[in-house]
């Protein structure tokens, strides 16, 4: 293995209008490479060192749908069952529709079932602002737990059909209350004693960590084409609503070392170095699986996701030559708004976790390169 032109990337990156970032890939349970580049704060002139902690946006999706699967292959649920009956806020939906030229509320022909949060085919939008939104943050002091933001997205009309079409959404959030609903336990603290402790993750959570902690985080960017450069943002995450809220589509802050004792369990088919069983072998295999019909495919049409399909909420190499991939088939994972980028691939054993904190974060043109580069270095 020679990883000199991932090095070289990192590099590049930075040189062109990446801030910092950090990179470590593992095979068979071990570290293979490792490397950081830049700056986690420009101005005050501080280096990545490779402790630092990232917002990680929608790479948090890739562990809350793990925590769904652990629930799955316990049998606490089919994926075909429907989703009112855990959460009956959800069991008589409302669809916008266009009747004679006028949008019209109609109810739903379809129940949502629970494959339907998995894989984004729910109907759901990904708005917060709404007024069901506004009034338990308004009822709850600011603090939105996470079930009663749950009950007011149920409020919100649906897109379209369950089932009709695949659309990035809150269906992950949603999700997230599932979990908590059946497994009788927050969020967070269901992730700390499956997944976060097991792991030895000390630096992962839903939500906010320490004020202590946060000192580490490195300073979140944002990329401005109308300047051609990068400003740093207020460092917050928007999907974080409340003290009380843990966002399955976008709660988790990591380091890039924490979250890989994550990816590297996942890419050895769900057992850890230390052989904590996560999940099992079958149900990494199904987590994976392509789950779009032609029609819900239309609208999975991403330039960076090109080559892909979408399993039980990850993306999931199907087409080598469309996505011009030298990796296998099965390569899968997520990435995040500020430009985290996971690579999970139990047939070879390997994951890669790249970190990255800049909003606008140019993932159509990092990510592909990514995953050739470090598949061609291995």
């Known amino acids: 293995m020679d990883f000199s032109r991932l090095r070289a990337f990192q590099d590049y990156l930075v040189s062109w209008r990446i801030p910092g970032n950090d990179c470590m890939v593992t095979k068979d349970h071990e570290t293979v490479y490792r490397y950081q580049a830049g700056w986690a704060d420009r ?3 501080r280096r990545m060192a490779g402790d630092e902690l990232y917002y990680f946006w929608s790479a948090s999706k890739v562990i809350t749908t793990s925590l769904g699967m652990r629930l799955f292959e316990s049998g606490l649920f089919t994926m075909n069952d429907p ?3 855990y959460m009956p806020e959800f069991a008589d939906m409302t669809v916008r529709t266009r009747i004679d030229g006028r949008e019209e509320l109609v109810p739903a022909k379809r129940p949502i079932r629970i494959r339907n949060l998995f894989n984004m085919t729910a109907g759901f939008d990904y708005n917060f602002g709404t007024p069901y939104v506004d009034e338990v943050k308004k009822a709850t002091g600011g603090d939105c737990p996470t079930r009663e933001i749950a009950r007011a997205i149920a409020k919100s009309p649906l897109c379209f059909e369950p089932g009709e079409r695949w659309q990035y959404s809150l269906c992950h959030d949603v ?4 979990i908590e ?3 009788g336990k927050r969020l967070r603290d269901y992730a700390r004693e499956v997944l976060f402790d097991p792991l030895g993750m000390d630096d992962t959570c839903y939500n906010l960590p320490s004020p202590e902690k946060l000192k580490r985080m490195a300073v979140q960017y944002n990329w401005r084409d109308d300047l051609g450069k990068y400003l740093p943002t207020n460092n917050t995450c928007g999907h974080i609503l409340g003290p009380g809220y843990d966002s399955g589509g976008a709660g988790v802050v990591s380091t890039c070392a ?20 996560y999940l099992s072998p079958a ?3 199904l987590w994976r699986t392509d789950t779009l019909t032609p029609e819900q495919r239309v609208s999975y049409n991403w330039d960076q996701l090109a080559g ?31 430009g985290v980028w996971v690579i999970l691939d139990p047939d070879s054993r390997v994951a890669l976790v790249y970190t990255q904190h800049m909003l606008n974060n140019q993932e159509p043109f990092i990510s592909p390169r990514l995953r050739n580069i470090l598949y061609a270095c291995l």
């Open 43 to 45: 101005e005050a002139g």
């Open 83 to 85: 989703l009112s009956a």
């Open 175 to 178: 999700l997230g209350a599932f």
């Open 181 to 183: 609903v059946v497994s």
């Open 258 to 277: 924490d979250y890989m004792k994550f990816a590297d369990t996942v890419a050895n088919g769900g057992t850890s170095k230390d052989g904590y069983r």
């Open 283 to 285: 149900t990494v295999d």
């Open 308 to 338: 892909y399909g979408y399993g039980f909420g990850v993306r999931t190499m199907v087409d080598r030559a469309a996505g011009g991939s030298n990796g296998p088939v099965g390569e899968f994972g997520w990435g995040g708004a500020a």
